[in-house]
């Protein structure tokens, strides 16, 4: 499967932002993850194949909102209140498992740097 995301940029802190993640193929689960410069990659949020399911981490609960519209196989991530911690290369993945760890995915989009000005 192949991963295209976009929407990335410069926005200033409390601002918000739409990534989104054009994907080839069949359906997948979807899941974010972000990498921010000397971390490791971590995991965002995460939803199944329907959509009815989702999964956020903690740091960006009641902030971002992954949503999929599977007729356009496209799945997106709006991120509100953004914060300098926030700032990351955003990359969207396609696995077969509801499950959070990067390890679960084998499909990654190439990545989309946000950057938030304090």
């Known amino acids: 499967v192949q991963l295209v995301e976009s929407g990335g940029g410069l926005v200033q802190a409390g601002g918000s932002l739409r990534l989104s993640c054009a994907a080839s193929g069949r359906t997948y689960v979807m899941g974010w993850f972000r990498q921010a410069p000397g971390k490791e990659r971590e995991f965002v949020a995460l939803i199944s194949r329907s959509g009815s399911s989702t999964l956020y981490a903690d740091s960006v609960k009641g902030r971002f909102t992954i949503s999929r519209d599977n007729a356009e196989n496209t799945v997106y991530l709006q991120m509100t209140s953004l914060k300098p911690d926030d700032a990351a290369v955003y990359y969207c993945?396609?696995?077969?498992?509801?499950?959070?760890?990067?390890?679960?995915?084998?499909?990654w989009g190439q990545g989309t740097q946000v950057t938030v000005s304090s």
């Open positions: 993945a396609a696995g077969p498992s509801f499950d959070g760890s990067p390890r679960a995915f084998a499909s």
